[in-house]
């Protein structure tokens, strides 16, 4: 493993804006396909196996980290399976489908109960990290935002445009509102649950978020949003806030006080550092696709993206989205390696 010792304090300092040596960096799905050691577990076990047995979790989330060193180690789990845990008919192949969307008030009403056990599998293995990884790197733990929930809840397959959650919103607001408030006490309970276990930082993925106006966002996501991140006990465990496709929503996420704003490929870093780097830790935001770059180039890129950064109180080198399957090994190496160079490396 090359990880520093110190890669937990660095990544935890980072979130929060407080000084660091260098820019932590950690990648958004850098436990997946594009590695043959995660093929080969794939091979025997199903995506939901996976996620549902605690000792591959921990084994997938630390590949990564034997193999680059990163400063952090993302839980291996899936922002769905707390869902697992109610009369939805639930599976992936591969993306998730459900035989019972919740369309209604009666499918409302099969969200009840805890979700406790769903994810029990997921809490064992951030605890099983903790006691790997130690000081060596930080365990993120995540959930998906309630607005992107309700849109997987909604319609299976998913639609492009979130076709009809999007038409719920005008026809019918209130069940959207209590569709949202109770998913906002599901995502409160699986951060909680996380935390609990030993999860040093918890992401929330709003993936969906970027279809809606910033007008809209405000109006329908913004309050039950809002309401998650206040859950989460600030004092110890920062809270990262992703969204794709937001580049327009950028100001009012802000407004939601997250301690980090991660920015997806397609939004100025640096524009953003200099607006608000100074009320909000970064995170980001390097194009996937530029991971097929060579190593040279890939270097010249974070280099860049370093210098954006520095603008803002804390920036934590990351992707714009998820590391994808066919991303070459070399790529993520050389990504990880710039971010760890010497000339990534300043006061602080």
């Known amino acids: 493993m090359t990880t520093n010792k110190d890669s937990r304090t660095r990544f935890?300092?980072?979130?929060?804006?407080?000084?660091?040596?260098?820019?932590?960096?950690?990648?958004?799905?850098?436990?997946?396909?594009?590695?043959p050691e995660y093929r080969q577990i794939r091979e025997r076990a199903s995506f939901l196996e996976m996620c549902r047995d605690p000792a591959?979790?921990?084994?997938?989330?630390?590949?990564?980290?034997?193999r680059f060193g990163m400063d952090a180690a993302v839980v291996f789990s899936d922002i769905l399976l707390p869902?697992?845990?109610?009369?939805?008919?639930?599976?992936?192949?591969?993306?998730?489908?459900?035989?019972k969307p919740v369309v209604d008030a009666a499918g409302l009403?099969?969200?009840?109960?805890?979700?406790?056990?769903?994810?029990?599998?997921?809490?064992?293995?951030?605890?099983?990290?903790?006691?790997?990884?130690?000081?060596e790197a930080a365990v993120v733990g995540f959930a998906g935002a309630p607005w992107t929930l309700a849109a997987y809840l909604s319609e299976s397959p998913l639609s492009r445009d979130l076709v009809q959650l999007n038409r719920w919103t005008y026809q019918d607001p209130k069940f959207v509102e209590e569709l949202l408030d109770r998913l906002?006490?599901?995502?409160?309970?699986?951060?909680?649950?996380?935390i609990e276990a030993g999860?040093?930082?918890?992401?929330?993925?709003?993936?969906?978020?970027?279809?809606?106006?910033?007008?809209?966002?405000?109006?329908v996501v913004a309050r039950s949003l809002r309401a998650v991140i206040r859950h989460v006990?600030?004092?110890?465990?920062?809270?990262?806030?992703?969204?794709?496709?937001?580049?327009?929503?950028?100001?009012?996420?802000?407004?939601?006080?997250?301690?980090?704003?991660?920015?997806?490929?397609?939004?100025?870093?640096?524009?953003?550092?200099?607006?608000?780097?100074?009320?909000?830790?970064?995170q980001g935001n390097f194009d996937p696709a530029a991971l097929s770059l060579p190593p040279d180039q890939i270097q010249s890129e974070v280099?860049?993206?370093?210098?954006?950064?520095r603008a803002a109180r804390g920036h934590i080198l990351n992707l714009g989205h998820g590391v994808q399957p066919q991303t070459p090994v070399e790529g993520v190496e050389a990504f990880v390696r710039a971010a760890q160079s010497e000339e990534a490396y300043s006061d602080g």
């Open 233 to 282: 006990p600030r004092d110890r465990t920062p809270v990262i806030l992703y969204a794709r496709g937001a580049v327009h929503l950028v100001d009012a996420m802000v407004e939601l006080e997250p301690d980090v704003l991660s920015l997806d490929w397609r939004t100025n870093l640096g524009a953003v550092a200099k607006q608000h780097g100074q009320r909000v830790s970064l």
């Open 199 to 219: 999860a040093d930082a918890i992401q929330i993925f709003d993936t969906w978020a970027g279809v809606l106006s910033a007008e809209r966002f405000e109006a």
């Open 83 to 99: 869902l697992t845990a109610f009369d939805l008919g639930l599976d992936f192949r591969p993306g998730p489908i459900l035989e």
């Open 303 to 309: 280099m860049q993206l370093l210098e954006a950064g």
């Open 109 to 135: 009403r099969r969200l009840k109960g805890s979700i406790a056990t769903a994810i029990e599998p997921t809490c064992e293995a951030i605890a099983a990290l903790k006691r790997e990884l130690g000081d």
């Open 12 to 35: 935890v300092r980072a979130c929060r804006g407080e000084s660091v040596d260098r820019a932590p960096v950690w990648l958004m799905r850098q436990a997946g396909r594009y590695l």
């Open 184 to 194: 906002a006490d599901i995502v409160s309970e699986t951060l909680r649950l996380q």
């Open 56 to 66: 591959l979790a921990t084994e997938v989330s630390l590949q990564p980290i034997r």
